[in-house]
Structure formats: C-alpha cells, structure tokens
C-alpha cells in the first residue's frame, strides 16, 4: 500500500512539474508577443501623424497589452509560490513591503497623481513570506486605482494589530470605488475555488491575494468602506502572522 | 550588438535602436553565435542587449563568456523570465529590463550604461 501511495505521489509530482513545465513555456512566448505588439503601439503612438481618436484607441491596447502580461505574472508567482517550502521564506520588514509596492504603483501609472496615505498604528513588523508580498499589496493597491473612477484616486492603507487573534497583524487597504457585493464578498472570502462569475468579475488579481495571504500563513478579509454599503468603496485586509524577534 | 532567439525580437530591437538614433552593428540567434561574433568583431559594439532563454547556450553562459573575452563589456540583459534577474546581475549584467518593457525604459537604460565608467 505505501509503495502505491508513494507511487501516486511521484505520479502527482511528474503531472505537476509537467503542468509548470508548460506554463513557463506559454507565458515567456506570449510576453515575448507582448512585447512585439507593445513596442509596435507604442512607435505608432510617438508618430506625430498619428490622430488624437488614434491615439486613444492605441492607449486603450496597450493598458489590455499591460493586464495580460500582468496576468501572466500573476499566475506564475502563484504556482511557484506553492513550490516554495515555507521554510524558505524571508524575514520582511512589512513597512518596507508597502513603501516598496506603493512605489511599483506610481510607475505602473507614471501620468495619473494617485493620493495614498499610509497610518502605521503598529509600529515597525516583520513577517514571513517571499517577493511575492509585494505583489500582493500591489495588486490590492492596483485594484483600489482600477475601482476608483476619479482622475487622482484615493488609497488609505493602514497597518494595526487587531484585538485578537493575537501575534497577527492587519494591512488594511480602502479606496473608492463601487465595491464588492456581498456575493462575491462570500465567494472570495470561502475557502473553495472560486466560480467563474467570480473570477471573471473580481479577476485573477484578488484570488491571487487570497491565495498567497493563506500560504504565509494569514487571510485575506473583505468588507465595505462604509459598513454596511458596499457601493461606497471597499476595505481589503490581508492578516499576516508577526514575526516576534 | 542585439542577441535573441527570436527573429521578430531582434527585428523589433533594430527598428526601435533606429527610431531612437542607435545603429546596431551585429546580431545573434543564439548563444554560441553571439560569443564567435564577438570574439571575431573589429569594432565592439558599446552595449550588448542580451535575452535568457536560447538553444546551445543560454543568456548568462553567454554573458559570462564575453565578460572573459572583455571585462568593460557593458551587458544590458533583458528577459521574459524574471526569476532570471538575481543570477543575471550577480554574473555581470549591467542592468535588466524584464518584457514586456516599454520603449522609454529600454532607452533609459542604454543611456544609463552609456555614462557608465
């Protein structure tokens, strides 16, 4: 019996390597596609005889040329972070994490003036986890700039230790945009895969957060800005075990 | 000197270098070719822009190789694969441009090594 565990096992392994081996393959040609078809815009975009409607519709192509890339790197993080043992994470000064994604933020949209506040109630924090905490704050921040409508949105990003549990702390994540229904607040927030509804509507970028807070050993929470309305904007908080010296 | 294993890369990197006013002065398909190239050229190119993922020898071999021939030779490595960067920089790479970039970082980035000592 345990040779035929151990054989399912290596078989399970073997189906999975293969799977990975794939994904790398189809995403490095397809970025390398990208990139043909973001430079060609964007030369097309810098020619001066190019038209003001012509300009719009490039922008438009390049912004989905920069979602689908990002979403390949989205996927990748998520299937190598579940190749990595948790004893391999980092110590990670949770501050620094933030300052650096707010900072990757502002390049992602060099041309837009975006208003993010920070309110450190809990002092300096390490936590445990690898690069790709950084993205899981950017993709909340970035999802907050894609919710908001206004020109120059508005971020508040808070960083507290809730009543309890305790040894935890809380990155809370608050914008202005039209919010997450209740719904799809549940299916986000369960613990089975999410529906395709869900996916399509909440994108890979939150399933990612969800995801890689559950493997450095936290949650994602998902509530309203306003409690009780989720029409005025939501409140994302990825709570992540302290890392006590 | 532009090395990519893909055809309509290279040709994308010469119609960008000559848009933005730089002459690229030899191209390779893959490792091995852009280590005899170099090691035969009379006149050395200022920059090489380097991809990873290549048959015979991969971006970092390679770098590695040229960095023997020539220790000043100015590395720009540019990759799909980011996981790659950490290596890339360690090995000698001057700088690392993940794709896909936009034109103005690659151009940043020429001009960066350009003024380098």
């Given at each position: 019996m345990g040779s035929t565990t151990g054989a399912r096992s290596e078989h399970g392994?073997?189906?999975?390597?293969?799977?990975?081996?794939?994904?790398?393959?189809?995403?490095?040609?397809?970025?390398?596609?990208?990139?043909?078809?973001?430079?060609?815009?964007?030369?097309?975009?810098?020619?001066?005889?190019?038209s003001e409607e012509t300009r719009h519709y490039l922008l438009s192509a390049i912004d989905q040329i920069r979602n689908s890339s990002q979403l390949i790197d989205d996927v990748k993080k998520m299937a190598r972070l579940e190749q990595v043992n948790s004893d391999a994470f980092d110590t990670l000064s949770l501050e620094g994490v933030i300052q650096g994604s707010i900072e990757d933020l502002r390049l992602m949209h060099p041309d837009m003036h975006i208003e993010v506040s920070v309110r450190n109630d809990a002092g300096h924090v390490n936590v445990k986890g690898t690069d790709v905490l950084g993205d899981v704050f950017l993709n909340l921040?970035?999802?907050?700039?894609?919710?908001?409508?206004?020109?120059?949105?508005?971020?508040?990003?808070?960083?507290?230790?809730?009543?309890?549990?305790?040894?935890?702390?809380?990155?809370?994540v608050e914008d202005r945009g039209s919010g997450i229904p209740d719904q799809m607040k549940r299916a986000l927030a369960g613990e089975k895969r999410a529906d395709n509804v869900t996916r399509k509507h909440a994108g890979l970028g939150l399933l990612m957060v969800r995801a890689a807070a559950k493997r450095f050993g936290g949650h994602l929470i998902i509530g309203d800005r306003i409690r009780g309305d989720h029409t005025k904007g939501a409140k994302l908080t990825v709570r992540l075990p302290e890392v006590r010296s | 000197m532009v090395v990519d294993d893909e055809v309509?890369?290279?040709?994308?990197?010469?119609?960008?270098?000559?848009?933005?006013?730089?002459?690229?002065?030899a191209t390779a398909y893959d490792g091995d070719e852009a280590v005899r190239k170099y090691q035969t050229m009379e006149k050395r190119p200022d920059i090489i822009i380097l991809d990873h993922r290549m048959p015979n020898k991969n971006g970092v071999e390679t770098m590695v190789e040229i960095l023997v021939m020539n220790k000043n030779a100015k590395i720009l490595f540019v990759?799909?694969?980011?996981?790659?960067?950490?290596?890339?920089?360690?090995?000698?790479?001057?700088?690392?441009?993940s794709k896909p970039f936009r034109m103005d970082e690659l151009v940043e980035s020429i001009e960066k090594l350009r003024h380098e000592p």
């Open positions: 392994r073997d189906e999975n390597n293969d799977c990975l081996f794939y994904l790398d393959l189809m995403s490095h040609d397809i970025l390398n596609f990208n990139q043909a078809v973001l430079s060609y815009l964007e030369i097309t975009l810098n020619d001066a005889s190019t921040l970035a999802n907050a700039v894609r919710q908001d409508q206004s020109e120059e949105p508005v971020i508040e990003v808070t960083i507290t230790r809730p009543k309890a549990p305790s040894g935890m702390v809380d990155v809370t | 309509f890369i290279v040709d994308l990197y010469r119609d960008i270098l000559k848009l933005k006013g730089y002459e690229v002065i990759s799909a694969d980011i996981m790659i960067e950490k290596e890339a920089l360690k090995n000698g790479a001057h700088g690392f441009l």
